[in-house]
């Protein structure tokens, strides 16, 4: 058992997951998130289903609206510092 190495911890969120995550904490509906944006609340809600893609240019929009780098929700799966030096 000497060769135990422990598999990475990943968090395994969808890129609809992380809009609706990073909207949820900021304490924002679907509505106020379209008003904000101008992005229709029909599709922020089919981006948190999978049923459209983000894209970059809705991604930088939502992003600024929520206060976070776009990456934050086009690359969601990540890894803690602490687990990767596992």
Known sequence: MSEFRPAKRRV???VGD???????LQELSQNQLAKL????????SAI????VRLGVERAKVLA?????HPAVLVF????????SAA
Do not use: F, H
């Open 12 to 14: 395994k969120v969808s």
């Open 18 to 24: 992380s809009v609706r995550i990073v909207r949820e």
């Open 37 to 44: 944006t101008g992005i229709p609340q029909s599709t922020i």
């Open 48 to 51: 948190e289903n999978g049923r």
């Open 64 to 68: 600024r609206a929520l206060n976070c």
């Open 76 to 83: 969601p799966g990540w890894e803690s510092e602490e687990q």
